[in-house]
């Protein structure tokens, strides 16, 4: 069974930084992908950044480049998101993912998806 627990989330002012964490488990894909994923109240679930199993190649959501950065631990199945320079429209439930192949477009189906963790930015 495929689990992705979320965690890090919290209340943070404009400016600050957060970092989240993703441990998988129970996938047994070759080469995949894992990714962070936001929805704000009102709006469509969008990605923030992707990164790919093998040679560890990222995505960034032009919202987020320079801002944020998606990395990986493979010894521990950990997916981090270090969020720096928050600002209020970063505030949103953020959902980590993980599909297989080598391919980490955000628009591409994902297999699997964590249960969410909140950001709240106050400005």
């Known amino acids: 069974q495929v689990q992705l627990v979320e965690s890090g989330g919290g209340s943070v002012q404009a400016g600050g930084s957060l970092r989240l964490s993703c441990a998988a488990s129970?996938?047994?894909?070759?080469?995949?992908?894992m990714g962070w994923f936001r929805q704000a109240p009102g709006k469509e679930r969008e990605g923030v950044a992707s990164?790919?199993?093998?040679?560890?190649?990222?995505y960034y959501a032009d919202p987020v480049k320079g801002r944020f950065t998606i990395s990986q631990d493979n010894d521990k199945n950990t997916v981090y998101l270090q969020m720096n320079s928050l600002k209020p429209e970063d505030t949103a439930t953020y959902y980590c993912a993980v599909r297989s192949g080598a391919l980490c477009y955000f628009s591409w189906p994902w297999n699997y998806w964590g249960q969410g963790t909140q950001v709240t930015v106050s400005s």
């Open positions: 990164i790919s199993s093998g040679g560890g190649r990222t």
């Open positions: 129970g996938y047994t894909y070759s080469r995949y992908c």
